[in-house]
């Protein structure tokens, strides 16, 4: 029997590509205040006269582009990866899939788990980056759920991992063979976006350090170190090392902007119609938040993006696939998977 209980946790998908589903999801996830961090009554407003009556319709329209046999490419994906790691970990560890939004729901594991007969549960948010409206939602999630049951379990969490040796090594295998085939003129790494404010919040000086200047970013210190941003382009750094990219042959951009509110630039729809208007023909795109292909990655990039690029005077724009459930990170989930077990082992005298 399984001692432990292993948990990727990932935002999540509607259940198909009805109107009704993605209305369902929506609601679900635009009303957590970790992701719009306003009032609760003018978050009610906001969703309940302005988004719900209009997007789930558009959203479904967008599913639908990117759906399969297999249903949410970002539900088979993590199914597929937890049973590879399953694999890897063996008969000692259960692994299984939790959403933070919709299904299989983080309530929902948490009784397999117990009726299993597991009571140590080790969370791993696929959210290579920190970010309060993704990481820090997750795991509260976890945590409020665990505290319903009356006996409530042991649980461990994988910190961020956006710098760890084997998501960057991951990332550049991804990456490799697209960009020795296409030899392209500049590569995009494009990042899920954030509102600026939620950065400000995350900055540990009050305010005087994240945004303040344009060399905000450049490196990783105290006031930073849970930044998003700060840690998009900390691995942004790592993978054009790895990838032995020049300067100037790469650069950092932000995704999936929501609302009228200033979100953290620069902007990627607006940078790779720049590109392409400035006589750029051929672009490589990687989205180093995603671990998993999505809406975001395969319809607004792979699908609008390119047609954007080319529609502004480019010739192609290639996605990078994500890492799915591709062998390489499924090594590297094992491996920082142990190294954090290890972290906290020592710092315990274990």
């Not at 905000?216 to 054009?240: F, H, K, P, W």
């Amino acid at each position: 029997m399984a001692q432990w209980g292993l948990m990727l946790v990932n935002l999540g998908t509607p259940d198909s590509t009805s109107t009704g589903d993605v209305r369902r999801y929506l609601r679900e996830f635009l009303s957590d205040p970790r992701v719009i961090d306003i009032s609760a009554v003018g978050r009610w407003l906001l969703l309940n006269l302005i988004i719900l009556p209009f997007r789930p319709k558009k959203s479904a329209e967008a599913y639908r582009k990117i759906w399969t046999g297999r249903g949410s490419p970002l539900r088979f994906h993590g199914w597929d990866l937890a049973r590879k790691v399953q694999a890897e970990l063996g008969d000692g560890v259960r692994v299984e899939l939790g959403m933070r939004y919709q299904n299989p729901s983080i309530a929902e594991v948490l009784r397999r788990f117990r009726v299993a007969g597991i009571d140590r549960i080790v969370v791993f948010p696929l959210f290579p980056q920190y970010s309060s409206a993704a990481w820090g939602s997750a795991v509260e999630k976890v945590y409020v759920e665990a505290n319903r049951l009356w006996n409530v379990p042991v649980i461990q969490v994988v910190p961020p991992f956006y710098d760890h040796a084997a998501y960057i090594g991951a990332c550049a295998a991804r990456a490799r063979p697209v960009l020795e085939e296409m030899r392209p003129d500049r590569v995009v790494m494009s990042y899920h976006g954030l509102p600026e404010r939620h950065v400000i919040k995350s900055d540990e000086t009050g305010g005087r350090h994240c945004l303040a200047t344009e060399g905000c970013c450049e490196g990783m210190v105290s006031a930073n170190r849970n930044c998003y941003r700060a840690q998009c382009y900390a691995t942004s750094r790592a993978l054009a090392a790895e990838l032995e990219l020049e300067d100037g042959a790469w650069e950092v951009t932000f995704q999936s902007r929501l609302g009228r509110s200033p979100w953290i630039k620069p902007y990627t729809d607006l940078r790779i119609n720049e590109l392409a208007e400035a006589g750029v023909k051929r672009v490589v795109v990687l989205s180093p938040s995603f671990v998993a292909d999505c809406l975001e990655t395969l319809e607004e990039m792979e699908i609008r993006g390119a047609e954007d690029f080319r529609a502004h005077g480019g010739e192609e724009l290639r996605l990078v696939g994500s890492l799915n459930s591709e062998d390489i990170w499924v090594r590297g989930v094992v491996r920082i998977l142990r190294d954090a077990w290890n972290a906290v082992s020592c710092r315990s005298g274990g």
